[in-house]
Structure formats: structure tokens, C-alpha cells
């Protein structure tokens, strides 16, 4: 019996799929996660990044991760050892044009050298007055050659590879060629060698000449304006993520200068933006502090939230995002603070999924699917669920729950709506732990 009713649904299934399948819904992102139960340094991933050899490495904050697709190897720092990680607090991974893993700590640069399974440790000269600010490493660029544009907390540093010699740019007060504020949080590089540099005061950036640091005003306040991540599309537009949402600006073309700023009606709000990342697919990607992470749909300009769900293990680890990475399988990974890494298979296309999205009106009772039935020709669908009733938009996901209500003889007499069938004159008949009541098609609940 119990194979037979597995056999009909899978059949519904599969008939619901086909009918639906013109307006349905993206395929939902199921992930999988990886954290400290399956080995990892920490809890808290700050970079992610694949190495030629197709090792994953994790920055976290308690030293650097490698996994190789079924065990993970930790580095720490050891004091007093040679050549060992120089801090654990791991929060870039960079990996230059010679296949070489560059790492930003908080204790200054590190090289990993493969064959000895050791680091090389790199600092700027620079006076002990002004602190060890710039040993903390925020981001990391590669320059197009074989050097590095690397954001700290004290000021903007380039590294040549070569001659293993910095240059560094720091905030003079009174001086409109130096930085808006020494902490450098973000860096990207445009197809003309302009580097645009995000710090704590704002968007700035540098030409190809280095002449002098420009500032890019912007209408927000002290408290939203701050830049924490930058992006450059493949249309040459720069995102832009500040404290205070997200714009884009128009860096060519005839709408070059515009800087439309994206908000609650393109799916999202002011929120802190942690992380930008363009695929190799041209896939646009958002990572926010509180609030999970985005999906930009071009064709929409708007963008699809994936947040953590306490009833759905296959959802976001964790709301706050500080990594994003896609390897060259389609693996997409999303580094958390509290929940270690996301993993989703991008390539295999996957299933759309419509889940109960927290207390929203128009979402699914609760999650226990146990009868499914297409509605006509409308594109819906009738679900039944361990608590009620649900009648399913699956292009949108928004649901009309009917749930037994003792004050409404009218109203759905019992659940769960275990099985579900419409006859002729177009009733719909619900199988439930006691009857088996019918819905009208025109009049409603009977």
C-alpha cells in the first residue's frame, strides 16, 4: 500500500512539474553545509577561495582551512615556530595570475608555499608611532602584473611580487589627494586600471598613474556612507556596498555618471552590504550582515532573497554573509560568521522549492506536504499540509491558507488534508483524520 501511494505522488509530482513549469518559480538554492563538526578551523568564514589543484581554502578566525572534497587540514600560527601562519584571524584569500595563494591577516601578508606546506611573512616598513593597523588586511587585488592593491586599517598598500617592496597611501588631514579615511575595507579594478577604493569615509579611487586619490561624494549620511564592498561588472558598472545599501555606478557608456541606488521595491532594503562576487557565469551576488544573501535577476534589475530558515536544514546556514565564491564546478560557496560554509550545486540546475518563509501571511502553513493536487488551468496548486490547507501561487510561492475555524461551520472541518480530488461539477474533495469534506468550486468552503 504504502509504495502505491508513493508511486501516485510521485506521478502528481511529475504531472504538477509539467503543468507549472512555464510560470514556476527559480530553482530553489539547497544547500549543504561544512563547519566545525566536519573539521573545520572555526565557526566564522571570512574568505573563500580554489586553488589550481582544485583545493578549497577557508579563512576563518582561527586560522586557514583546506578541504579537499572529504577531509579538511587546518594551519594555524604556533608561536616561536618558523614559517608558520603568522595570525590566525584569516580574513583574505587571494590567488594571483601564477597560481599562487596570497593571504591577508591580521598579522600581515602571507605567501603558502605548496611544497613545504609553510608561509613567508610580508609588512611595510613603516614607523612603529603609527601602530599595527597595517598589518590588519581587509582586501586584496591583483594590479593586471605582479603586484597587489592591499586595503588595511591603516591606509592603502601596493605590493610588488617581484621585488617584495610596498608603497603606501594614507589619510592626511587637509590633504584632498590622500585617502578620506585610512581604513580601507574594499577593492575592485576597472578595465582602465582604475583601482576604486572603499574605506571607512566613503568611495575614492586611484588612476593608473597613481596621481593622486579622487573622492566620489555620495548624498548619505556619516552612518550609512561607509564602503565595505566593491564589485566590477562585466559591463564595466561598479557596485558599490555600503553600510547603507547598495547603488551602482555607470562608469561608461551614455549612462556614465548615473548612480541609481537600489531599494525595498527591487527586493532589498538599507541594509549593511558585506560582500559583492560576479561568477564566471556573470551571476551577481550579495552578501549582507543581517539579512542573508541576494541573487541579482538582470533581466528584473531586482534581486531574490536566500535566508536562513529554522525549519529548513537545506537553507542558509547563517543571515550574516562575509564570503562568497563559485569553484569551477558550480559549486557555490557562502562563507557565514556563525554556521561555517553553504554550499550549493549551481551546475545541476536543481528543483524549485516553496517553503513556509517564517510568520509571512501568504506563506505555506508548515512544511509537511502530504497531498498535492493541480487547480485547472489557473498554474496553482492545492497543497495539503500537516495543519491545513494551502492554496499555492508556485510562480511566486504566495499561499491562502484555510485552516478549521469553530466560529465558521463553512470553514475546513479537520487536518490533515492527507489526500486531495476534484469531480465533475469541479468540488474539490479533502480525505482528513475524520471525513471527508468538499470545497465548492464557486461557493466556497461547504
Known amino acids: ?17 509539467a503543468a507549472a513549469l512555464a510560470a514556476g518559480p527559480r530553482p530553489t538554492l539547497r544547500f549543504e553545509h561544512l563547519s ?3 573539521g573545520m578551523a572555526q565557526e566564522s568564514v571570512l574568505a573563500v577561495v580554489q586553488d589550481r589543484d582544485g583545493f578549497m581554502w577557508f579563512g576563518t578566525q582561527s586560522g586557514l582551512s583546506r578541504f579537499d572534497g572529504y577531509r579538511v587540514i587546518n594551519y594555524r600560527a604556533v608561536p616561536g615556530k618558523p614559517r608558520a601562519l603568522s595570525n590566525n584571524w584569516v580574513r583574505v584569500l587571494h590567488l594571483d595570475r601564477h597560481g599562487r595563494l596570497w593571504l591577508g591577516t591580521d598579522g600581515g601578508l602571507n605567501l603558502f608555499d605548496p611544497i613545504t606546506q609553510s ?6 616598513e613603516e614607523t612603529s608611532r603609527r601602530g599595527n593597523g597595517n598589518r590588519h588586511i581587509n582586501a586584496i587585488v591583483g594590479d593586471g602584473e605582479d603586484g597587489l592593491w592591499i586595503g588595511t586599517n591603516d591606509g592603502l598598500q601596493h605590493f610588488d611580487t617581484v621585488l617584495r617592496r610596498f608603497t603606501t597611501w594614507h589619510h592626511a588631514r ?17 578595465a582602465t586600471g582604475r583601482l576604486w577604493i572603499g574605506t571607512g569615509g566613503g568611495l575614492d579611487s586611484l588612476g593608473p598613474k597613481r596621481e593622486r586619490i579622487e573622492h566620489h561624494a555620495s548624498p548619505l549620511g556619516p552612518r550609512q556612507n561607509p564602503v565595505h564592498a566593491l564589485m566590477v561588472d562585466g559591463e564595466q ?8 545599501g547598495l547603488e551602482r555606478h555607470a562608469l561608461r557608456g551614455p549612462e556614465a555618471g548615473a548612480v541609481p541606488r537600489f531599494g525595498p521595491a527591487d527586493g532589498i532594503g538599507q541594509w549593511w ?8 557565469a556573470g551571476e551577481i551576488w550579495v552578501g549582507t550582515h543581517d539579512d542573508g544573501l541576494l541573487r541579482w535577476r538582470g533581466r528584473e534589475d531586482t534581486f531574490d532573497s536566500h535566508r536562513h530558515a529554522v525549519t529548513d536544514r537545506h537553507s542558509l546556514g547563517d543571515n550574516q554573509v562575509s564570503a562568497l565564491y563559485r569553484d569551477r564546478l558550480g559549486t557555490f560557496w557562502v562563507g557565514t560568521w556563525y554556521a561555517g560554509v553553504s554550499r550549493v550545486d549551481l551546475g545541476s540546475g536543481g528543483f524549485a522549492r516553496i517553503v513556509r518563509r517564517g510568520e509571512a501571511s501568504d506563506t505555506l502553513a508548515d512544511n509537511k506536504a502530504r497531498g498535492l493536487l493541480a487547480d485547472g488551468d489557473s498554474g496553482k496548486i492545492w497543497v495539503g499540509t500537516g495543519t491545513a490547507l494551502n492554496h499555492v501561487d508556485p510562480a511566486t510561492g504566495k499561499t491562502t ?8 461551520p463553512n470553514s475546513i472541518i479537520d487536518v490533515p488534508a492527507a489526500a486531495l480530488a ?3 461539477q469541479g468540488r474539490l474533495w479533502i480525505r482528513s483524520r475524520t471525513r471527508v469534506p468538499a470545497l465548492g468550486a464557486a461557493t466556497g468552503p461547504l
Open 1 to 17: 500500500m504504502k509504495t502505491l501511494i508513493r508511486l501516485f505522488a510521485s506521478m502528481l509530482l511529475l504531472a504538477l512539474s
Open 36 to 38: 566545525v563538526g566536519d
Open 119 to 124: 608561509f613567508t611573512q610580508f609588512t611595510p
Open 174 to 190: 587637509g590633504d584632498e589627494r590622500s585617502l578620506s579615511d585610512d581604513n580601507v575595507n574594499a577593492l575592485a579594478m576597472d
Open 237 to 244: 558598472r561598479l557596485w558599490v556596498g555600503r553600510l547603507g
Open 273 to 280: 552590504i558585506t560582500a559583492l562576487y560576479r561568477d564566471a
Open 401 to 408: 491558507v484555510y485552516r478549521h475555524d469553530p466560529n465558521n
Open 422 to 424: 476534484r469531480d465533475r
